[in-house]
């Protein structure tokens, strides 16, 4: 119980949060008309707005984000690489809260990142991407289930004794 639990409220809250984060960058940069005309046109896009982050590994989001503030452009690609590394982020404290056990809560936003890159994944063999894109997507879902793991074990109810 607790694993299904930790799985749909984390991945609920990832990509509500990814989805979010698209919406304040698009309303900031002026380009959510365009957003939108690209989501009628080519439906599959929704699956990247809503999968994007897991795709990215935490040090290349965290370069980002230290490159654009010391650059002093704060603008919406600041905003999209804060969305990459707080949306993970969030969505597995929602996983360490909401799963019963340590291995629950692990094993949900696990889960969870595994699904999200396997959607890139089928997204990309549907896109004809090449076969080193595709298991790059798989490995970035692996190393943030991992990384953002950890934060699912620290924050989960359940005690070490």
């Known amino acids: 119980m607790g694993l299904g639990k930790a799985l749909g409220f984390s991945l609920l809250a990832f990509i509500g949060l990814n989805f979010l984060f698209v919406i304040i960058a698009g309303t900031i940069n002026g380009t959510l008309n365009i957003l939108f005309s690209i ?3 080519d439906p599959l896009f929704i699956i990247v707005i809503f999968f994007e982050p ?3 590994m935490p040090g290349t989001v965290v ?3 230290f490159f654009s503030i010391s650059s002093g452009v704060f603008d919406a690609s600041l ?3 804060i969305g ?3 949306s993970p982020f969030v969505a ?4 360490g809260r ?3 056990s340590k291995g629950g809560s692990f094993g949900g936003w696990m889960i969870a990142a595994l699904i999200s890159s396997a959607a890139m994944a089928v997204l990309g063999f549907i896109q004809l991407a090449p076969i080193l894109v595709v298991i790059g997507f798989i490995l970035s879902g692996i190393v943030n289930g991992i990384f953002y793991g950890c934060f699912a074990l620290l924050f989960s ?3 070490m004794y």
């Open 157 to 159: 109810k359940a005690e």
């Open 63 to 65: 370069n980002s984000i």
């Open 54 to 56: 897991i795709t990215i």
């Open 98 to 100: 909401t799963g019963d």
């Open 84 to 86: 990459y590394l707080v």
């Open 92 to 95: 597995s404290l929602v996983a």
């Open 39 to 41: 989501i009628s046109s």
């Open 79 to 81: 905003i999209l690489s």
